[in-house]
């Protein structure tokens, strides 16, 4: 999108006629189900609960299936203040603890069993809780981020319900599994695919919509998150150019490349922070420490944000930060190199891989690039949900560290991916998802 396209675009009203479009296919009764494509940001748990609130007025009593406990306690929340008049039921395995957010609300109610939920009107829980569930059916289930639930677990519960509305990212990781798969690759029952694909294999003349509008990523993001991870499904930005700022209330401590990558992300949203080309471990002890001091100094250094939610600005503290990686023992080390800093606050950041971080949001991300110092581009390291995850989770600004020599890799490394017949090539492949991303990144480079 141009700008002047841009400037004419009403992004609320284009999201507004997409929700209108997708509750008039919930309303359509010749549809067992319809699947919404989202981008990163783009209001799916507000589709979701609308979504409910709609099927209640009509009638319906819905059951919302999510993939994790933290997610089901998100949309429990949310219905429960949105829909005050509602009694909400929250689904739970035996040794659940509610948190305190669930726990102080009225119109909800904690249960292990279907029968003592009885009484009410939206019933929410996690996919692998709702298979255990027998003997009971529902007319609408809302299935929420449902690319990330595996075939097999939808085949589990597929039979509690007559309808179904996915909603879901397309471009995030696929389904985790511990097991290797390789047994299953290419066969029509393959279990480890993700839900909706298979869904829509079986029901092609599924309707699928796709929310235009990201209101997470800013106008500095959404076009290069777009055009890498999402090509055939543009979006935009929510808020226009100028909307979202990130200045300093302290001067920065001399001229130093952490300073001059801070000052490169303030103002454009993006940088890249490169060390030297070396190859190295996964737990390479630069590469993480230029990571969490990069956090100590914008923290520091009173970073203040401005937004459309905060117009006189807002001076961002540990919760606003992230630090992204691809593996455990690298967040391991992360959280320990702030802890060396000795800032109280330093716990506070989230530090996390892309599997943990999927879903959430923050104002700044800091991302440890999957590929850094590495000698070869395995499939994990180059798979598209997991940068595109790292990549997504800003309002404000993302900064990547990684060594010198990502896109001379790219441009060396051949596949070694194994062809299976019956499988779709996936589009956007890792090569041209991270190339679209350095080449961008290339403008936004501080040499560390």
Known sequence: MTPDDHASFDPAAAAAAATTAILADLAETGHRAVVVDSPPGAGKSTLVVRAAGDLVAGGERPIIVAQTNNQV??????????????????????????????????????????ADLAGCRIVVGTSAKWATVRDT??????????????????????????????????????????VGTERWIGLPHDPTRNGVTVMLDHNPGTP????????????????????AFYP??????????????????????????????????????WALHELPRRHVPRTDGETIQAAADLAVRLLDRGAVATCERHRGGRVLDAGDIAIGVAHRDQAD???AALARTGRLYAAHVAVDTANRLQGREFEVVIVVHPLSGRRDAT?????????????SRHRQACIVVAREGITDLLDSQPSTEAVHLSVPAKFP????????MMAMLEGHRVAA
Do not use: K
Request: aromatic letters at 10%; proline letters at 5%.
């Open 429 to 436: 492949d890792g090569w041209e998802a991270n190339q679209v």
């Open 137 to 178: 059916t529902f007319g609408w289930a809302i299935l929420d981020e449902s690319y990330q639930m595996r075939s097999d677990m939808l085949l589990q519960i597929v039979e509690q319900f007559d309808r179904g509305l996915f909603v879901g990212d397309p471009g995030q990781l696929d389904p985790f599994t511990v």
């Open 379 to 391: 499939t994990f390291h180059l798979e598209t949900g997991r940068l595109c995850v790292l990549t």
């Open 208 to 227: 699928v919509h796709r929310l235009p509008v990201s209101w997470r990523l800013p106008a500095t993001a959404a076009p290069t998150v777009s055009r």
């Open 333 to 335: 080390l992360v959280r």
């Open 73 to 114: 306690d998100d949309l429990t929340v949310r219905l429960a203040e949105t829909h005050p008049d509602m009694t909400i039921g929250r689904l739970s395995a035996t040794g659940y603890t509610a948190p305190p957010s669930v726990e102080a609300l009225a119109n909800t109610v904690v249960a292990t069993r279907v």
């Open 232 to 269: 055939f499904a543009d979006f935009t930005a929510g808020t226009g150019e100028g909307v979202r700022a990130l200045e300093f209330r302290a001067a920065g401590f001399g001229s130093t490349a952490l300073d001059e990558t801070l000052a490169m992300a303030f103002a454009t949203g």
